[in-house]
């Protein structure tokens, strides 16, 4: 059965492409989704998919990009079941 993550992603995460490439990994993943931007910086994520699935995904977010600076991810929230079909960038 599908799982799901709610993330924050805390550091240097807005301005860098973050989400961007985000998106591009969760499609190569086959995770979906949503990501966006929080006001305070950060970034979240609704992540879906099945458990190798998260852990890769969760993989890359601890990682983000070259210019990135991840300090934090921190798991929020997580369930069974999948309500997206597609991975998007929520603005």
Known sequence: ?????????????????Y????RTEARRLGVTGWVR???????????E????????????LRSGTPAARVDAVVVRARGEG???????IER
């Open 1 to 17: 059965m599908k799982q799901w993550m709610l993330v924050r992603v805390e550091g240097r995460v807005q301005g860098v492409y």
């Open 19 to 22: 989400r961007d490439s985000a």
């Open 37 to 47: 931007n929080v006001p305070d910086g950060s970034v979240e994520a609704r992540i």
């Open 49 to 60: 998919g099945d458990a190798g699935q998260l852990d890769g995904m969760l993989r890359w």
């Open 82 to 88: 999948a309500v997206h079909e597609a991975f998007t």
